[in-house]
């Protein structure tokens, strides 16, 4: 199972990113790919509320916009939107606790426990899932990963 990370999916949107080419070839192969792609809950929110900011986006999407775009993922048949049990709560409380991290590492942290429970692999740009063990983690845009 491939777990998206927030960060690539609004690169794949920011035509203005210099990352946009490389997250949007990976972002359309994701979501016709056979392989399950689960979109964690908190990502589609982060998603919805980073994507509608002028500060984060020159030209940000209309609230209406953007839940069309994350209702187009859903209705992928390879898409599952993941939200979090009990097991993931106790288990992104154990990789937080261990990381010894705060802040932007809480949601990382939440898509590190889905990566264990599913045995998937949370695809990213950013290096902050290096702190926790046994996390699979890619970062398609440099080829980067590790566990």
């Known amino acids: 199972m491939i777990l998206p990370d927030v960060n690539l999916i609004l690169y794949a949107y920011d035509l203005d990113s210099p990352f946009h080419p490389a997250a949007a070839a ?12 689960g ?3 908190v990502i589609v ?5 980073l994507s509608t900011s002028s500060r984060i986006f ?6 209406q916009a953007a839940i ?5 993922w859903s209705e992928q048949p390879n898409v599952r939107v993941l939200a979090a049990d009990q097991d993931d ?5 154990r990789l ?3 990381a010894g991290g705060s802040g932007n590492l809480v949601t990382d942290a939440q898509l590190g426990a ?3 429970s599913y045995r998937g692999t949370v695809h990213t740009a950013d290096t902050d899932f290096q702190r926790f063990p046994g996390v699979s983690w890619f970062n398609p845009i440099t080829g980067a990963k590790g566990s």
């Open 26 to 37: 990976w972002w359309t192969k994701c979501l016709s790919s056979a392989e399950t792609v």
């Open 39 to 41: 979109v964690a809950q």
């Open 45 to 49: 929110f982060a998603f919805l509320r």
């Open 58 to 63: 020159a030209n940000p999407f209309s609230v």
């Open 68 to 72: 069309r775009e994350a209702n187009a």
């Open 89 to 93: 709560w106790q288990e992104a409380c």
């Open 96 to 98: 937080l606790k261990n």
């Open 114 to 116: 889905f990566a264990l």
